[in-house]
């Protein structure tokens, strides 16, 4: 695998069109353009083997009347979604088209944002091996981070386990430094497994739609009038509370003032769209009375349409850079299916508004959710909605995500009363499996000491990322129980984190105290400030290095981040390829 300079992309086989013509189906009533198109293989590929090329670059439209520039994959936002199955080997040539960005004056620290021309790619949540570091698979703990450079290419091979859970995952980038700015400029799509759990009778009869949620983040153009964009010049940093730019200067030790827009952002931006399947939804601006409230405008939603008594499939991501979204149906109960592409045994019946302000169902940046919608028998618009929530730096106000229209004649479908179990996730771990207990401790220190370019640190275990550091170092089929901690402001603790672990996924066992229904699998999950979250992971047939992080894109872009390495225990060599076992 490696860098590659090769020519056009093929075009696409009848099995690619109809893929997009069926995903189009089921999601059009949700969807502008940019879920149009799955592409799931391409001519002459082997049997159980998908090939296709993935370009990234800039593009250009208007979002709200406002002319906009941002990063896209195949010049669309979201990015095409790519289907899959288990046991299918992708293998993805990621073209970087995006222009060269003049990098000269960053100072050689990986938690400074660099290099935005720069970038790699990740498949969230599968359970494949190591893909981060370069050669893919490594064990080395020296290895480098891939990084692909503007006019140049990667193959990668993605093979997922025979046992891979079908459900929502997805893709983004993941180049330290430069992954935050281009996430939240466009750069992510759906990635969906298909298996047993389509072909539930109840499951297969219903619509599928596919809800992918992202957040754009912008500043006025500081070259071109009229135009809204995230291009910040190195080492350019905009200041919430101000609401102004600086750069830092080494030899006074202060930020400095700037005549510049915009720059890069830990926190609110001065424009900002939520989009739903690559239509606003929702806008906030940066409000200098009240920094850390901006000034919020629903926009019109997209409705869809619903018979009383049809069963919808919904599966929702939460691609946003920073964004905690508790999520209601007004009206309807939800049969909850999966959480990060994993199932349950059976449906999980929630009704509307709980009394926690959690909503039916909360998903932190990165999570998704799959659940079934049965149509009310009263006609009416039903709002989907995100409940405001106050756990963050940024208030984030009530959003209407869609609305759902119910009307027409009445349907019979029926719900699933029973899920075929994963069997990559089952028999669920038991506390005797336990080989070690760790503490992940998410803080930091405003203003930043370790990180004065950015001025403020974000740390794992008071610990800023190094690309050439393995603090966590796990053995191959080992059992582990981690304590996820968010302390108080006195521990640096000033809001919750995302947690994310690449490669596997792990069984939440408690939130704050509270014992979680047992076969919750997830690959991410939101820590409350002043809480704790147990979860047990066992670390399945890879080895290689690979990374932990919060997944508030801004904080694990500016050191919150660590490596760990798998390895096999009886061999007690580190340094090799990762393997199957």
Not at 256 to 283: H, I, V
Not at 348 to 361: E, F, H, M, N, S
Not at 411 to 423: D, W
Not at 566 to 580: N, Q
Request: charged share 20%; hydrophobic share 35%.
């Amino acid at each position: 695998m490696g860098r590659t300079m090769r020519g056009p992309r093929e075009g696409l086989s009848r099995r690619q069109l109809l893929q997009a013509a069926t995903l189009a189906a089921v999601s059009s009533t949700a969807s502008g353009p940019a879920a149009a198109a799955a592409i799931d293989d391409q001519p002459g590929a082997p049997a159980g083997e998908q090939r296709r090329d993935l370009r990234c670059g800039f593009i250009e439209k208007r979002l709200d009347g406002k002319r906009v520039r941002l990063r896209a994959y195949d010049g669309q936002v979201p990015g095409p979604p790519i289907v899959t199955r288990p046991g299918e080997t992708l293998r993805i040539r990621l073209h970087n088209d995006l222009p060269p960005y003049d990098s000269s004056a960053w100072n050689g620290d990986h938690n400074v944002p660099h290099q935005l021309d720069t970038t790699n790619l990740h498949l969230h949540g599968l359970d494949i091996r190591p893909h981060l570091f370069e050669p893919l698979g490594t064990s080395d703990p020296l290895a480098p981070m891939i990084a692909t450079g503007p006019g140049q290419s990667f193959d990668y091979a993605f093979k997922l386990p025979d046992d891979q859970p079908p459900g929502l995952y997805w893709y983004h980038p993941h180049h330290h430094g430069s992954t935050a700015v281009q996430a939240v400029s466009g750069m992510a799509g759906a990635l969906i497994v298909r298996g047993a759990i389509d072909e539930v009778p109840a499951i297969k009869a219903a619509r599928d739609i596919s809800l992918v949620v992202q957040d754009i983040g912008l500043f006025p153009s500081d070259s071109e009038a009229d135009l809204w964009t995230y291009e910040p010049k190195q080492n350019a940093i905009w200041q919430t509370f101000g609401g102004n730019v600086t750069i830092y200067n080494p030899a006074t030790g202060k930020a400095e003032p700037t005549s510049l827009k915009g720059g890069f952002t830990t926190g609110d931006y001065a424009l900002r769209y939520y989009l739903l399947n690559g239509e606003p939804f929702f806008r906030e601006e940066h409000n200098q009375a009240a920094p850390t409230s901006p000034t919020a405008t629903q926009l019109t939603p997209k409705r869809i349409r619903m018979r009383p008594g049809e069963v919808v499939r919904f599966r929702m991501l939460n691609g946003s850079s920073d964004n905690l979204m508790p999520i209601v149906i007004e009206g309807h109960d939800m049969h909850l299916i999966a959480l990060d592409g994993v199932n349950f045994g059976a449906p999980r019946k929630i009704a509307p508004y709980g009394t926690d302000g959690l909503g039916q169902v909360l998903l932190a940046p990165a999570n998704r959710a799959e659940f079934l919608i049965k149509g009310a028998s009263r006609p009416g618009v039903y709002r989907l909605l995100q409940l405001a929530q106050t756990q963050q730096f940024l208030e984030s106000p009530q959003k209407v995500i869609l609305e759902i229209e119910i009307a027409g004649s009445p349907v019979t479908m029926a719900l699933p009363t029973a899920l075929p179990l994963p069997s990559r996730n089952y028999p669920l771990i038991q506390p005797s499996e336990v080989k070690r207990v760790r503490t992940i401790q998410f803080g930091g220190t405003f203003p930043g000491v370790a990180n004065p370019w950015v001025g403020i640190d974000f740390l794992i275990n008071n610990m800023q990322y190094e690309e050439d550091a393995v603090p966590i170092v796990v053995n191959r089929d080992d059992v582990e129980e981690w304590h996820l901690v968010v302390e108080g402001p006195h521990h640096g603790g000033t809001e919750g984190h995302p947690f994310h672990i690449h490669v596997v996924s792990f069984e939440v066992i408690s939130i704050g105290g509270v014992p979680q229904p047992p076969g919750t699998i997830q690959d991410t999950i939101w820590v409350q400030e002043r809480s704790e979250v147990v979860v047990r992971m066992r670390f399945k047939e890879w080895l290689g290095k690979s990374v932990v992080h919060c997944h508030i894109l801004p904080h694990e872009d500016t050191g919150m981040m660590q490596n760990f390495l798998i390895v096999d225990a009886s061999t007690g060599k580190h340094h090799r390829a990762a393997t199957r076992g």
